[in-house]
């Protein structure tokens, strides 16, 4: 069965500092893979896309990497704000035309002052 | 840029009672979604559509209807609503397709069903 799981579930840290959180997944056939940040009350944006080919790829202070060996990915955070604080969604797509996305259950940061 | 818009933000219905959520796209995508949020679940797909005139089951389309008349517009209809249709409902559009396509978001449409 295709499922993408996320950890930790919530996050806490301090403004300033660094945070990673993960995403591992089992669909198959592979497509690609995309974070989501969802702030309160708002709708999913998408942050990054990576594919198969791709190691790493940032997007500001944000910085994603997939492994698609071992099938992981992780989103890096660099020098938090306050403004990071929302849940981060990990989905990966698989090949085949209309298959439903697979979407992780999030990760819910919250970065405090 | 209004980009996807959901109509409305908030509902409580009794059940039994109908309604139509409206989701309306100004960036002349041809796919469109209606996803359902819960607690501790991921986002799960209800229906989608390909293109004017055309709609398709997700994952659990059971309780909802769609249509799709104008290519701008994706109407997502509860004939009959139960409180396990309590949830937010979130509409997306994508230019190329989910599998290959970024997902633009509604602001989502928080329903209760007593």
Avoid at chain 2, 1 to 19: D, E, H, I, W, Y
Avoid at chain 2, 23 to 52: F, K, T
């Amino acid at each position: 069965k295709n499922q993408v799981e996320q950890s930790p579930q919530s996050l806490i840290i301090l403004e300033g500092k660094n945070c990673t959180l993960q995403c591992n997944y089992t669909v198959s056939p592979f497509s690609n893979l995309r974070w989501y940040k969802q702030d309160t009350g708002r709708g999913p944006v998408s942050l990054t896309i990576m594919t198969f080919s791709e190691n790493t790829k940032s997007n500001g202070r944000y910085t994603a990497t997939l492994d698609a060996d071992t099938k992981q990915s992780s989103l890096h955070i660099t020098a938090s704000q306050l403004s990071d604080s929302a849940s981060y969604i990990c989905v990966v797509s698989a090949e085949k035309g209309n298959t439903p996305l697979v979407f992780g259950k999030g990760t819910r940061l919250s970065v405090i002052a | 840029n209004a980009g996807v818009t959901q109509t409305p933000k908030f509902r409580v219905l009794k059940t039994g009672q109908s309604m139509t959520l409206l989701c309306a796209q100004d960036m002349n995508h041809e796919y469109m979604y209606w996803y359902r949020q819960d607690p501790g679940m991921g986002l799960r797909l209800i229906h989608y559509s390909v293109g004017e005139g055309t709609t398709a089951k997700g994952e659990v389309p059971d309780g909802y209807n769609v249509s799709r008349l104008k290519k701008q517009n994706f109407l997502l209809g509860l004939e009959s609503a139960a409180p396990s249709q309590t949830s937010v409902y979130f509409c997306a559009s994508s230019p190329t397709g989910q599998n290959t396509g970024e997902l633009f978001f509604g602001e989502g449409s928080r329903l209760t069903v007593l």
